[in-house]
């Protein structure tokens, strides 16, 4: 791993010294604030890597609150106790303890990044996840003479932790974010930022390749540099046929790398990100973050003259078509071995609900509407959380009682789903459901957005596959008609997909890597209302097919 300040150093196949969560206070927008950060710093030290390299990191947590990490979109082949999710694949680590992770990056390259898995701890620990192809590879595009990382982030005026823990006692929505932020920096289009906003070099002439991570919390953004074509050629580590665009849209958990040719007037161009907001009539963030991608040779201010870089046109913060068009434009480079003869069949339901409160439950705690508490669900099921045991570890073991395997393939009742939903559907059923899956059983989800309370864009996110996106598309969807719009030629390989607002995605792949694998919404918020499934995946033949013996350091609960 490349780190100027070598902190965090991880050696091919070998050890290499600790990440240490820690709290640090934190000074944007004139507030210092403490909260937790990996080292000290917000974001998280880049941990650089190739196509190949096998990591051992040790996680250390010096700080007052648990946390696990995970390491979005890896694979993570047979090596499920590393993945991370808290409860799914293993215990938090409690203050004082300590966990390693050892995994291997095999057949991935591009971007991809690590961050908290464990309440809204992610809101200041995460990272990039750079991965160059093998040693004596190359890129399928000509090498850019740069490289750079833009990591999109939320910034909130009081502790993240607190701010979830509030809305779970009051049963309502979260405080929205105070500020957008680009590499930890919310730029100088707000209070108290003008000194620290984040500067990408370059210069006349250069064509650079530009990653950028969407690790929101809770928001769609919209992403754009002034005066500039983006090309993207890569998402989720994955390579793509590249197209040419102003404006790229990533939902909380997604990768895109763009190329960016440097043939502007040498000056400082604004590199700006605000909210998509899908779901009609919530509360959004909507400030909008900047960066300032300066040429070297562009010329000073004159003393004493402030001189704004110039401000890229950004979509409306509704403008879905904007959003549907930078998603549906994905392809592979090449024809894909996509997954055909279908052993598992399922649809999914994904979206909000209200849970009506006791009639002896004070006001305090039932703050959404009509006194309610909000939830979310798949498939009318409100995924929960273990407590005493991983079901990783629960489904290793043996041990009984700690999850069913009967989340359903299918809603329980058919519905309109998009449409004017019986409020007798608003209210799904809790519990820690997982669906079974053998292992080399090739798997087809729609996955379909509803209209419960409020219709909203959702990133899902499946661990340890990626998967194949063959179509999306609004409304509910019909079989008898939409499956001539799949894509089985070309279709694009990702690790989170956009589920329309009001609409359906449908996803394949392969059973092919044994452990418990939580599909949920990225937006933290929808998480912990329980958007949410697992799919436990049992073990081939053979040694490459079957999950590793837990590691002796694993946390217990």
Request: glycine share 6%; aromatic share 10%; proline share 10%.
């Given at each position: 791993m490349k780190s100027s300040k070598r902190d965090w150093i991880t050696q091919r196949d070998g050890y290499g010294e600790s990440p240490l969560v820690q709290e640090t206070k934190v000074t944007r927008l004139c507030k210092t604030q403490t909260v937790m950060t990996v080292n000290g710093q917000l974001p998280g030290p880049t941990l650089e890597v190739n196509n190949g390299d096998s990591l051992v990191i040790n996680v250390v947590n010096r700080a007052k609150d648990n946390v696990t990490i995970h390491w979005h979109g890896v694979r993570q082949i047979t090596t499920a106790w590393a993945d991370g999710p808290e409860f799914i694949t293993q215990c938090p680590i409690r203050p004082g303890g300590s966990y390693t992770y050892r995994f291997t990056i095999s057949g991935q390259e591009g971007t991809l990044w690590w961050h908290a898995h464990s309440s809204w701890v992610r809101a200041t620990v995460y990272g990039a996840l750079v991965i160059r192809p093998k040693l004596g590879d190359s890129y399928p595009f000509p090498k850019p003479t740069r490289d750079s990382v833009v990591i999109l982030g939320e910034w909130w005026n009081a502790n993240p932790l607190d701010v979830i823990r509030q809305a779970m006692r009051t049963g309502g929505a979260p405080n929205i974010s105070d500020a957008y932020t680009i590499n930890g920096q919310p730029g100088d289009l707000y209070n108290c930022s003008s000194k620290e906003t984040t500067i990408v070099p370059v210069d006349s002439g250069e064509t650079n390749l530009i990653r950028v991570i969407n690790s929101a919390l809770n928001q769609q953004l919209f992403v754009s540099i002034a005066n500039h074509k983006l090309t993207v050629v890569g998402a989720d580590a994955s390579y793509v046929k590249p197209f040419t665009t102003n404006v790229l849209m990533l939902g909380p958990g997604q990768t895109t790398d763009v190329l960016i040719t440097a043939d502007q007037p040498p000056a400082r161009y604004y590199i700006a990100a605000r909210a998509y907001a899908s779901a009609q009539g919530a509360p959004f963030d909507n400030t909008t973050t900047t960066?300032?991608?300066?040429?070297?040779?562009?010329?000073?201010?004159?003393?004493?003259?402030?001189?704004?870089?110039?401000?890229?046109?950004?979509?409306?913060?509704?403008?879905?078509?904007?959003?549907?068009?930078?998603?549906?434009?994905?392809?592979?480079?090449?024809?894909?071995?996509?997954?055909?003869?279908?052993?598992?069949?399922?649809?999914?339901?994904?979206?909000?609900?209200?849970?009506?409160?006791?009639?002896?439950?004070?006001?305090?705690?039932?703050?959404?509407?009509?006194?309610?508490?909000?939830?979310?669900?798949?498939?009318?099921?409100?995924?929960?959380?273990?407590?005493?045991?991983?079901?990783?570890?629960?489904?290793?073991?043996?041990?009984?009682?700690?999850?069913?395997?009967?989340?359903?393939?299918?809603?329980?009742?058919?519905?309109?789903?998009?449409?004017?939903?019986?409020?007798?559907?608003?209210?799904?059923?809790?519990?820690?459901?997982?669906?079974?899956?053998?292992?080399?059983?090739?798997?087809?989800?729609?996955?379909?957005?509803?209209?419960?309370?409020?219709?909203?864009?959702?990133?899902?996110?499946?661990?340890?596959?990626?998967?194949?996106?063959?179509?999306?598309?609004?409304?509910?969807?019909?079989?008898?008609?939409?499956?001539?719009?799949?894509?089985?030629?070309?279709?694009?390989?990702?690790?989170?997909?956009?589920?329309?607002?009001?609409?359906?995605?449908?996803?394949?792949?392969?059973?092919?890597?044994?452990?418990?694998?939580?599909?949920?919404?990225?937006?933290?918020?929808?998480?912990?209302?329980?958007?949410?499934?697992?799919?436990?995946?049992?073990?081939?033949?053979?040694?490459?097919?079957?999950?590793?013996?837990?590691?002796?350091?694993?946390?217990?609960?």
């Open positions: 960066a300032i991608l300066e040429y070297k040779t562009a010329p000073c201010p004159a003393k004493g003259v402030a001189s704004k870089p110039m401000l890229p046109s950004l979509p409306a913060f509704n403008d879905t078509a904007t959003a549907t068009a930078f998603t549906s434009s994905f392809r592979s480079p090449k024809k894909v071995e996509v997954p055909t003869d279908i052993d598992e069949n399922l649809f999914i339901t994904a979206g909000l609900g209200l849970n009506q409160c006791p009639p002896t439950a004070p006001a305090s705690t039932c703050q959404a509407p009509n006194n309610t508490r909000f939830t979310a669900s798949m498939n009318n099921v409100s995924f929960a959380l273990p407590s005493n045991f991983s079901v990783l570890q629960a489904h290793h073991h043996g041990v009984p009682g700690v999850f069913t395997t009967d989340f359903p393939a299918k809603p329980p009742v058919a519905f309109d789903y998009t449409g004017n939903v019986s409020r007798s559907l608003w209210q799904p059923i809790r519990g820690t459901k997982v669906y079974p899956l053998k292992f080399g059983a090739k798997v087809q989800i729609v996955l379909q957005g509803t209209s419960i309370f409020t219709a909203e864009n959702h990133p899902i996110h499946l661990h340890g596959y990626d998967f194949y996106i063959l179509a999306e598309g609004f409304g509910n969807f019909n079989p008898a008609t939409d499956t001539s719009k799949f894509n089985l030629v070309d279709p694009p390989l990702r690790n989170t997909a956009s589920l329309p607002v009001n609409g359906w995605a449908v996803i394949r792949f392969v059973a092919d890597n044994p452990g418990a694998w939580i599909m949920h919404c990225h937006l933290d918020v929808h998480i912990g209302w329980g958007l949410a499934t697992v799919f436990l995946v049992d073990d081939g033949i053979g040694e490459m097919e079957m999950l590793q013996q837990p590691p002796a350091d694993l946390p217990v609960c």
